[in-house]
C-alpha cells in the first residue's frame, strides 16, 4: 500500500513504531477505533492485510481506496479517515513530549522523503495549535487589566484607611463604595482555517469575492495548508475542464472544486458531474459568474453553493 497522503505517519516509517510511545490509554482507543471500523465495513479487511492496531493510524487515503475500493465506498472511506485522523490529534493532545522523542529518533536514524512530510505535517499541527493558545492568551488579557486594577484600587483603601479618618474621606470621595464594575471589552476570536487557493483558468476577480463571503478563511501557501479550494472555469465543456482542473489538484491534500459557469441567466441548470470520485475532494460546487454582472450573480444556485462552501470550512475549524 502507499506511503503517501495526509495520514500523520507514513506506512513505510518502520523506525517510528508507535508501539514505543503509546500509553495504555491510547492503545485501548486504537482497538475501540479498529471496532468501528469493522462495524462501519461489516468486514474482517483489516485482518486480512494484517495490519495491526497502530498501524492503522498509517493509512493513507490511497491506502483505504485499496482496502475498500469503488464508488460506493467512498463516504465509507471519508468516515474511516476522519476517525483517523481525530484519533491522531488526541494522541497529540495527550503526548507530545513523547512524540517528540519519537520524532527525533526519526531524524538521526533517517532523512527521506517520507520522514521529511512527518514533520512537516507536524509542524502544521502545532502551529495551529500555538494560533489557538495566542487567541486565547488575548482573550484573557482583559480579564486580567480589570482584576488587577481592582486589586491596586482595593490596595491603595487600605492603605488610606490606616492614616485615619480624614484620608478616609479623601478616598471615599474618590473611590464611591456603590461604584459599578467597567464594562470589559473582550476582543472577539474567530477560528480561522488555512485555505489555498488553486486557480485552474480565469476567474475575473471572481475568486476574490467568494474568499470574502466565507467567514473564517486564512489565505496560506500549499505547503501549510489546510484545505484546497481549487476554482475552475468553464471554457469548453464542464465535464472536460473539471477533469482536467482534478489533475492540477494534489492529491495529498483535502479539496473542494468549485466549478465557475460564465453566464448571466440567474436560473442557468448546471450540468450534472461525477466531480467527487477522487478521495480528497471533500465536495464540488457551482457558481455563476458573468463580468456584466461584476462577478457573482445574485441567485439561489451562488446562495447554495456559499452555504455548502462555509459548510466545509466548518469542518476544519
Known amino acids: 500500500m502507499s ?23 491510547e492503545k485501548g482507543n486504537l482497538r475501540a477505533l479498529r471496532q468501528q471500523i469493522h462495524a462501519l465495513s461489516h468486514s474482517s479487511v483489516l485482518d486480512d492485510a494484517g495490519i495491526d492496531d497502530p498501524q492503522i493510524l498509517t493509512l493513507t487515503r490511497e491506502d483505504l481506496n485499496e482496502l475498500f475500493p469503488g464508488l460506493r465506498n467512498f463516504q465509507l472511506r471519508r468516515t474511516i479517515m476522519t476517525l483517523i485522523t481525530d484519533t491522531v490529534k488526541d494522541s497529540l493532545q495527550h503526548g507530545p513530549d513523547t ?26 499541527a502545532f502551529r495551529q495549535m500555538e494560533d489557538q493558545l495566542k487567541a486565547a492568551q488575548a482573550s484573557l488579557k482583559p480579564y ?48 480561522t482555517v488555512r485555505v489555498h487557493p488553486l486557480f485552474c483558468g480565469r476567474t475575473l476577480g471572481t475568486d476574490k469575492q467568494i474568499l470574502a463571503q466565507l467567514k473564517g478563511v486564512k489565505e496560506s501557501e500549499l505547503s501549510d495548508c489546510q484545505l484546497i479550494l481549487a476554482f475552475s472555469p468553464v ?56 463580468d456584466s454582472r461584476h462577478g ?22
Not at 517528540?100 to 502544521?124: F, G, I, P, W, Y
Not at 481592582?150 to 485615619?164: L, M, S, V
Not at 457573482?296 to 475549524?317: D, F, G, I
Open 144 to 191: 486580567i487589566e480589570v482584576l488587577n486594577g481592582f486589586t491596586e484600587a482595593y490596595a491603595r483603601k487600605e492603605d488610606w484607611d490606616k492614616e485615619g479618618t480624614s484620608s478616609r474621606r479623601t478616598f471615599s470621595s474618590s473611590f464611591p463604595t456603590n461604584m459599578n464594575p467597567p464594562t470589559i471589552q473582550i476582543p472577539s476570536f474567530e477560528p
Open 3 to 25: 506511503s503517501t497522503g495526509s495520514s500523520w505517519f507514513p506506512g513505510g516509517l518502520a523506525l517510528l513504531n508507535p508501539n514505543t510511545w503509546r500509553s495504555t490509554n
Open 99 to 124: 512524540l517528540a522523542a519519537a520524532l527525533t529518533r526519526l531524524m538521526h536514524q533517517n532523512n527521506d522523503a517520507a520522514v521529511q512530510d512527518v514533520l512537516k505535517e507536524s509542524l502544521c
Open 235 to 290: 471554457t469548453s465543456r464542464a465535464g472536460i475542464d473539471a477533469e482536467e482542473a482534478l489533475k492540477k489538484i494534489p492529491a495529498d491534500k483535502p479539496a473542494v472544486l468549485v466549478i465557475m459557469h460564465h453566464t448571466f441567466n440567474p436560473d442557468y441548470v448546471c450540468p450534472s458531474l461525477n466531480a467527487s470520485s477522487r478521495v480528497n475532494i471533500v465536495e464540488h460546487v457551482n457558481v455563476l459568474f458573468h
Open 296 to 317: 457573482l450573480l445574485q441567485c439561489p444556485a451562488n446562495e447554495n453553493a456559499m452555504r455548502k462552501l462555509q459548510s466545509v470550512l466548518n469542518r476544519y475549524m
